[in-house]
């Protein structure tokens, strides 16, 4: 799906230690869609880690990875998360809204059936 618009809530400009930080940003899809995420260099998640005293991330609205924040880097992992419809665009923010939006007996029914599939390829079909 074709990105129309990308916007900074916070102008970049403003934005210091451009590789250890993280910005929101506002995404506009063709489609209508607007999606908020947030975009965080890989160092800020271990400068998180670090100030919560964790050796691990917690699950929270998941990030939008890059290795500095650039305009540039921005918008080709945004541009990579909206290939086809936008699949995991549209799942990370509306999940991290409101859970109640992903159908989780369907997910442990698809679980169960793969768990099933598993078991008979592991013994021999």
């Known amino acids: 799906m074709k990105v129309l618009n990308i916007s900074y809530p916070t102008p970049l400009s403003e934005i ?15 489609d209508g869609s607007t999606i908020t995420a947030v975009v ?15 050796n691990f991330l917690s699950p ?20 990579e998360y909206a290939i ?12 991290s809204l409101d859970k109640s939006v992903i159908d989780m007996d ?8 793969l768990k099933k599939l598993n078991e008979e390829l592991l013994n021999g079909g």
């Open 16 to 30: 210091s230690k451009k590789d250890d930080n993280n910005i929101d940003i506002f995404i506009e899809l063709e």
């Open 106 to 113: 369907r997910i442990n029914q698809y679980l169960s059936q």
């Open 84 to 95: 086809g419809d936008a699949f995991w665009l549209k799942l990370l923010y509306v999940a």
């Open 40 to 54: 965080s260099t890989a160092q800020n998640l271990i400068t998180r880690m670090k100030e919560d005293n964790v």
């Open 60 to 79: 929270p609205q998941p990030d939008i990875i890059v290795s500095t924040l650039t305009e540039e880097n921005i918008k080709k992992a945004v541009d």
